[in-house]
């Protein structure tokens, strides 16, 4: 595709809910991100996927979140039992070769997650 | 591990001015890549540039350019010629060349541009 897409743009959920968020990769792109991005702060990493494979999830904060990327193509960010904590912004990026020197990864437009 | 402070929460410039966004950095590795990200209302995360740790030259991408300043662990962006498109959050990254390829961000400097 054009760029990454991530779907919903906005997500509205209750305490204790499930949600799935969705990113659509750049075409071709190996590595796929998921961050994380509360209001007033930068991006804070969470999983990182080369291929089908999640190679880091040290960013996860506990076992609530979990990530699939089942093709190597499509990732979906699963949480269970939300809390209000986790409202934010979670942003998708995809890159072509993250060994390269001159890799650079490119970000979709984010899912808003409002936890009531 | 690798920490990125942007001290500046918030800058304004005059439209067709220079503006310098601050970023310092700190990490025990010899090479790593660094970045300046732009983020927009639409919230679109656009790289603006980005610089090599073993490259002394600083990099330039036509009105942005970086002063890096490797033995003081310092990134700056200069913004030349200021636009009203340039207002947004800028985020400077790190990214280490060995250890993981995620991006450790900064919290990022609001810049406002004034017509």
């Known amino acids: 595709g054009a760029g990454v897409s991530q779907t919903p743009s906005n997500k509205v959920t209750e305490k204790g809910k499930y949600v799935e968020l969705r990113c659509d990769p750049i075409s071709g792109h190996t590595a796929l991100y998921w961050y994380r991005q509360s209001l007033g702060q930068g991006p804070e990493f969470l999983i990182y996927f080369q291929g089908t494979g999640a190679a880091d999830d040290s960013g996860l904060p506990n076992d609530r979140f979990f990530a699939v990327r089942p093709e190597g193509s499509v990732s979906t960010l699963k949480i269970q039992r939300t809390e209000r904590g986790d409202s934010a912004v979670y942003l998708c990026?995809?890159?072509?070769?993250?060994?390269?020197?001159?890799?650079?990864?490119?970000f979709g437009p984010g899912t808003r997650l409002t936890v009531l | 591990a690798q920490t990125v402070t942007q001290s500046q929460p918030e800058m304004s410039v005059q439209e067709a001015e220079t503006v310098t966004l601050s970023c310092t950095y700190d990490t025990s590795e010899s090479d790593y890549y660094l970045f300046w990200y732009k983020q927009p209302p639409s919230r679109q995360m656009i790289l603006v540039i980005r610089q090599e740790a073993y490259k002394q030259q600083n990099a330039t991408e036509n009105r942005f350019s970086v002063n890096f300043q490797k033995a003081a662990k310092s990134f700056s962006l200069k913004i030349s010629d200021s636009q009203l498109g340039d207002a947004a959050m800028y985020f400077c990254a790190y990214r280490s060349y060995n250890y993981g390829q995620n991006f450790v961000f900064g919290p990022g400097t609001r810049l406002s541009v004034l017509p």
């Open positions: 990026a995809s890159s072509l070769s993250p060994s390269a020197s001159t890799d650079t990864q490119y």
